[in-house]
């Protein structure tokens, strides 16, 4: 008789990943209570107690800093994760984020709702409104402005690409890779080698990097004061890539023009200038399908062969 493999799921995932676990070798769910494998989105595991007969984590995402890769490390469980599967949903948000940010169409939108709901306006009245909102909300095209892309992993790349497409001018950094990999990996970016020179070249920053201790408050008062004014910075990444109060004056004062953020805060949801999103990156069909299906092969490929594909 072959033998059952527990693996408790802690978010929902995505049926077609969990369709790929064999339900004659493994038994699946929410309230298992001594499992081999755990499969989660974004479940906090910091505070979890870690049970003894836990083999395997399986992330469907790229992040881990839900999970205590280092405890997992010291027991000899090894933490999978999903580079790449989300990164055509993120780079098609930044995409739209950078175009919300020069078009403001976040504030425009907002302001159409307004006169239409709020004020009840209509025919002449609302026509005036119209051309005046038009004057208010012009914005500026992308052609021939400078995005600067901070780590150049499977998001940062197909970022780059895209931008490039649009017009724009990229400047790359990653102390991690070489200026070949990043030429091979997208053609016509410049490689800068120090993240002071990409700040002070750039009109709009978009973060691809994980949070880590060298990557804790990156963007922060001193480097966003050598942004060329009107500048936008995109975080994508983990909230705390970003010093939050300093962009939070740098758009008081003017020298930002806006703040896409996919991990609000309190302070940083209801400023005019931030565009905050609820972690929306990662959110579409195709990525959690994409996440799930590689977390699952990951996940049986351990526990059943002793592969590590990735981890
Ligand atoms: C990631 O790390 O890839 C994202 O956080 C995935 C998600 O939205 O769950």
Redesign the pocket.
């Known amino acids: 008789m072959s033998q059952t493999y527990a693996i408790q799921t802690l978010n929902a995932i995505s049926p077609i990943g969990l369709q790929r676990l064999d339900r004659d070798v493994f038994d699946i769910g929410t309230d298992i209570a001594q499992p081999r494998g755990i499969l989660l ?2 479940a906090d595991l910091h505070s979890a107690e870690i049970p003894e007969s836990l083999y395997a984590v399986a ?5 881990t800093n839900n999970i205590p890769v280092d405890a997992m490390a010291a027991r000899g469980i090894p933490v999978f ?2 580079p790449g599967a ?1 990164a055509n949903a ?1 780079k098609e948000l930044v995409i739209a984020g950078m175009l919300l940010a020069a078009r403001n169409l976040y504030h425009a939108a907002d302001y159409t709702r307004g006169l239409v709901a709020e004020r009840s306006l209509t025919g002449a009245d609302l026509d005036q409104q119209v051309e005046a909102g038009k004057k208010q909300f012009a914005g500026y095209e992308l052609p021939g402005r400078t995005l600067g892309v901070i780590g150049l992993g499977a998001i940062g790349v197909l970022v780059a690409n895209a931008a490039q497409s649009l017009g724009l001018r990229v400047l790359g950094y990653d102390p991690a890779i070489t200026v070949e990999r990043a030429w091979q990996l997208s053609p016509n970016i410049e490689q800068v080698t120090s993240v002071e020179e990409l700040f002070a070249r750039s009109d709009m920053i978009t973060l691809h990097v994980p949070l880590i201790e060298a990557t804790k408050g990156l963007v922060d008062a001193e480097r966003i004061a050598t942004m060329p004014a009107g500048g936008v910075v995109l975080n994508f990444a983990r909230g705390g890539v970003v010093d939050e109060a300093a962009v939070l004056e740098a758009l008081d004062s003017g020298h930002l023009h806006a703040y896409v953020n996919d991990f609000p805060s309190e302070a940083g949801s209801v400023h005019p200038k931030v565009i905050a999103l609820p ?1 929306l ?3 579409t069909g195709e990525a959690e399908d994409n ?1 799930a299906v590689m977390a699952a092969d990951q996940l049986s490929d351990y526990l059943l062969h002793g592969n590590i594909r990735n981890s």
């Open positions: 989105r974004s992330r469907a995402g790229a992040g994760n999903t989300n993120v972690h990156g990662a959110s996440c």
